[in-house]
């Protein structure tokens, strides 16, 4: 009695010890997490958030264990192995039931059906998680009282008469469950339709009758054990198959909720069908009819996995008991391995999507992102950065490996030998290597200008005789956009020497024209100051790298004086920049009174003598000086023309 007594003062101890961890740690440092709202997250934040919930009562259970068992073996003095047989019995029985409690409370939520994973209501959730409490409990309970049984020397046929028993009180209250919640769990199940679909037939027929089946499938079960605890081979091979047989339901709702979402990822990420659709405008008849053929298609595909998940699980219990069907137990070994490998594919190509995703997101622009697209003369979007151009193909790269490596690894559960398939793949990679020599310069030489960061997307490029923007990179071309609309594939061995004019500044110089008499200092400072009010302006004045300003007068023609204007900006925003200082130049001349050269022709008549100089009609002088002025203006034409359709061959000149 005193022995027992010590026991409960030393897990009362280590209770004590978690009490104070929890007052003085959580109390302080833990900040209770606020409710998610129903319906506002996804499943992986719920449960994420469920595990922010339940990380208090997992530390405590730790300081619990560990304060509970130092307690003991420092202050226990009584040399009794059966005392210190007991304590740890009890201590890992009552660590083992709260470690149930915990995941339990992870799963279904009872408190709160924000964090809850597994749809379904409160009332149901608060009773699952109870029942699964306490029936492991009940378990663990008994196992470790055949433990200690068996320790302190009782005969193994007393032991298994003892296991036989408990397994018959855990069944017929099992049984008595059923019958007690038959109503309830009906109502869930019909209520459980996906989609707001209305049940089939064989859903409420299930319904109605799912009571016999479970009171049969534990009838069998007891049977089951009752020839286990009777063979002795049945018994040494299948230790745990009365616990995974008897937990199949959880166990199943867990497998049953992963190829659910196996289903719907894969579907989505195929976009065959997608659960929520971000509309912002109402979509068209033949698109609700496409949606709702997508939807149709979902079911059957979800209904047809689910089918065979059960009978994946109907032949693993079996297999737990010795039971062989031939074909169908190998078939489903290999199922259960597919849900497991493609589970974790998934969830890898999911984290990994969508962290390039959100890099991806991060590196376009701000006002690409509020749907105002800046002007640019060059027809290209605005440029992005390195990441925008490197994690696509990365993720196509990844995407790619990870498909190969998951179809391999099924072949080879399924039991074929991968091996010579992979020494097939080498010897056609090497023959597709020396037959498409072409196709591997290409993606070198890409792979390469991706390397040495040449060009990105929504950069403007000249490479050979082609220009234009960047709109797209995959491992053999690059498309360029040309800035008046036409889309050119390039393949990367054939760019040759590359023209980014994208990195650095775009130098801008542009001619006006005045007459002699115009004031060249005055004009020099009217660009002056025009420069430093256009570095002001909110819209364009941080894209100056150098601002306007005059560089004198650059030539004297025939009739005009012509002084050259210069500035320096960020690549694609000159065109504007040019735009706004024509007319700020053109506004603030006008001002001070000086006005651009007209274009003129001056012609002087000769003199035809003092005597028929008298006689001569000054109209006849004006048309003769007319018409010489003509003359001059058309051999100037011919000349420009001339020199225009020499340079026709040429491309054009992006700089406008």
Same mark, same amino acid.
């Given at each position: ?18 009490? @104070? ?145 408990? *397994? ?10 059923? @019958? ?241 398939? @992979? ?30 960061? *040449? ?39 054939? @760019? ?161």
């Amino acid at each position: 009695m005193a022995n027992s007594f010590w026991i409960l003062f030393f897990i009362g101890a280590g209770y004590l010890v978690e009490v @104070l961890f929890r007052r003085i740690f959580l109390a302080k440092y833990f900040i209770k997490m606020p409710p998610l709202g129903i319906g506002n997250r996804g499943n992986w934040e719920k449960f994420s958030g469920s595990i922010a919930q339940v990380l208090p009562d997992f530390i405590g259970l730790i300081f619990f264990f560990a304060g509970a068992y130092f307690a003991f073996t420092l202050f226990f003095w009584v040399d009794s192995p059966w005392v210190e047989l007991v304590f740890m019995a009890v201590i890992i029985a009552v660590t083992c039931i709260r470690v149930i409690q915990i995941i339990s409370k992870l799963v279904f939520s009872p408190a709160s059906g924000d964090f809850r994973v597994i749809p379904m209501g409160d009332r149901s959730a608060f009773t699952s998680h109870r029942l699964l409490v306490w029936a492991s409990g009940y378990i663990i309970a008994a196992l470790m009282l055949a433990v200690v049984a068996r320790r302190l020397g009782a005969e193994l046929e007393t032991v298994r008469l003892l296991q036989l028993l408990i *397994a018959t009180l855990l069944l017929v209250v099992t049984g008595a469950g059923v @019958l007690k919640y038959r109503k309830q769990v009906q109502d869930h199940l019909i209520a459980g339709a996906m989609d707001d679909q209305s049940p089939s037939w064989g859903r409420t027929q299930f319904a109605k009758i799912w009571h016999i089946l479970a009171l049969l499938y534990l009838a069998i079960l007891w049977f089951l054990t009752l020839s286990g605890l009777a063979d002795p081979e049945i018994q040494g091979k299948g230790g745990g198959a009365f616990l995974l047989s008897f937990f199949v339901v959880p166990i199943w709702m867990v497998a049953d909720q992963l190829i659910q979402w196996v289903v719907g990822y894969a579907m989505s990420t195929l976009r065959l069908h997608q659960h929520d659709y971000d509309d912002q405008v109402e979509p068209s008849e033949e698109t609700l009819e496409q949606r709702e053929k997508g939807r149709a298609f979902f079911l059957k595909v979800n209904s047809f996995a689910r089918i065979v998940v059960i009978g994946a699980f109907v032949v693993w219990v079996a297999n737990l008991w010795e039971i062989r069907i031939p074909f169908f137990s190998e078939l489903a070994a290999f199922m259960l391995d597919s849900i497991i490998i493609l589970t974790v594919a998934l969830v890898f190509w999911q984290f990994i999507n969508s962290w390039i995703e959100r890099k991806i997101q991060e590196s376009i622009p701000e006002g690409e992102e509020d749907g105002e697209e800046a002007e640019d003369e060059w027809g290209g979007a605005a440029t992005r950065g390195r990441a925008y151009t490197l994690l696509p193909m990365l993720r196509k790269f990844v995407g790619s490996v990870l498909l190969v490596m998951v179809t391999m690894i099924l072949l080879s559960s399924l039991g074929v030998d991968i091996g010579p398939l @992979l020494a097939g793949a080498g010897v056609i990679g090497l023959a597709i290597g020396f037959g498409a020599q072409k196709l591997v310069a290409d993606v070198f030489s890409g792979f390469f200008y991706l390397l040495d960061d *040449a060009f990105r997307v929504g950069e403007y490029l000249n490479a050979g005789t082609v220009s234009g923007t960047v709109e797209t990179i995959t491992l053999r071309n690059v498309m360029l956009r040309h800035h008046r609309g036409m889309l050119q594939i390039i393949p990367h061995s054939e @760019l040759g020497a590359i023209t980014n004019f994208m990195r650095g500044g775009i130098v801008v110089k542009f001619n006006l024209d005045f007459p002699y008499d115009a004031p060249i200092d005055k004009i020099r400072k009217v660009i002056k100051k025009v420069g430093q009010k256009m570095l002001e302006n909110e819209e364009y004045g941080k894209d100056f790298i150098r601002p306007v300003k005059s560089q004198g007068v650059r030539e004297i023609a025939n009739s005009v004086m012509t002084i050259r204007v210069k500035f320096t900006a960020q690549p694609g925003t000159h065109f504007v920049i040019r735009r706004e200082a024509y007319r700020l130049i053109t506004e603030a001349l006008s001002e001070q009174g000086i006005h651009y050269a007209h274009r003129k022709v001056i012609v002087d008549v000769a003199d035809l003598g003092e005597g028929e100089g008298e006689k001569q009609d000054p109209e006849v002088k004006k048309q003769l000086a007319g018409a010489a002025a003509m003359r001059t203006i058309e051999e100037e034409e011919q000349a420009a023309a001339a020199a225009a359709a020499g340079k026709a061959g040429s491309k054009d000149d992006p700089m406008g």
